[in-house]
């Protein structure tokens, strides 16, 4: 079985434009998660949909936006892009029962100059 | 505020090392806690740890929760170089509307050296 998949691998954007990302979860898993990954940090939470629902929301601006479709794959949009979202942006799929462990795509790494 | 410390930070050993990665947690709600392996990009699945007291194993590496005191530990035995990674931990929490995001630390750079 195919495990996540994130597109594009890699993408260069310039300050002020706008990006989406896209995450296909493991077959069956009907939640998905998205993390920001800075340089050496952990990643950080930014959101979790399940059944096409946000179930939760970390701590970012609302320039960052997802959406989840009914086949389960998700999209993560961010607004007027800044320098300081450059970073590796992971999605993570997990069945959705709370307590689930989650497993994660490849990411995509996101250069904003 | 929820806070997860991991250390060391870095951490560079020989192979054949057994070599000992910390995490502490001070977390509202805490219902689980668990250890991913990031080698590359994507973090890969090493344990969940629910109980205390309670040592998952999976081959060449265990791991610990401490309930009371609010830590775990990760061992790694017999370390080969295929281990280098970062090591990073996760406490889970339980959320009112049902959110499983995962709170991690900065994780733990170990270079095994041949």
């Known amino acids: 079985d195919a495990g996540v998949t994130q597109s594009p691998t890699h993408l260069i954007k310039t300050r002020g434009q706008h990006v989406t990302l896209r995450c296909s979860p493991i077959?069956?898993?009907?939640?998905v998660s998205w993390y920001q990954q800075v340089l050496g940090q952990g990643p950080q939470f930014i959101f979790q949909?399940?059944?096409?629902?946000?179930?939760g929301r970390g701590n970012f601006p609302d320039r960052f936006s997802a959406r989840q479709f009914p086949n389960y794959s998700s999209e993560l949009n961010v607004n007027a892009l800044l320098l300081g979202d450059s970073a590796l942006y992971l999605c993570?799929?997990?069945?959705?029962?709370?307590?689930?462990?989650?497993?994660f795509g490849p990411g995509t790494r996101l250069l904003v100059l | 505020e929820d806070k997860v410390v991991q250390s060391p930070l870095s951490l560079v050993v020989h192979e054949g090392d057994t070599v000992t990665l910390n995490c502490s947690y001070e977390?509202?709600?805490?219902?689980?806690l668990l250890w991913y392996k990031q080698e590359k990009k994507a973090p890969t699945f090493l344990f969940m740890l629910?109980?205390?007291?309670i040592e998952k194993k999976s081959g060449r590496l265990s791991s610990i929760l401490d309930k009371k005191e609010l830590f775990s530990i990760l061992n790694i035995t017999a370390t080969q170089t295929g281990d280098s990674a970062v090591y990073l931990c996760?406490?889970?929490?339980?959320?009112?509307?049902?959110?499983?995001?995962?709170?991690f630390g900065k994780g733990t750079h170990l270079i095994i050296q041949p």
């Open positions: 949909y399940y059944e096409k629902e946000e179930r």
């Open positions: 993570a799929s997990s069945w959705g029962g709370l307590g689930e462990t989650q497993y």
């Open positions: 977390v509202t709600n805490f219902r689980s």
């Open positions: 996760a406490p889970k929490m339980y959320s009112g509307g049902g959110a499983d995001g995962l709170t």
């Open positions: 077959s069956g898993h009907k939640s």
């Open positions: 629910t109980s205390s007291g």
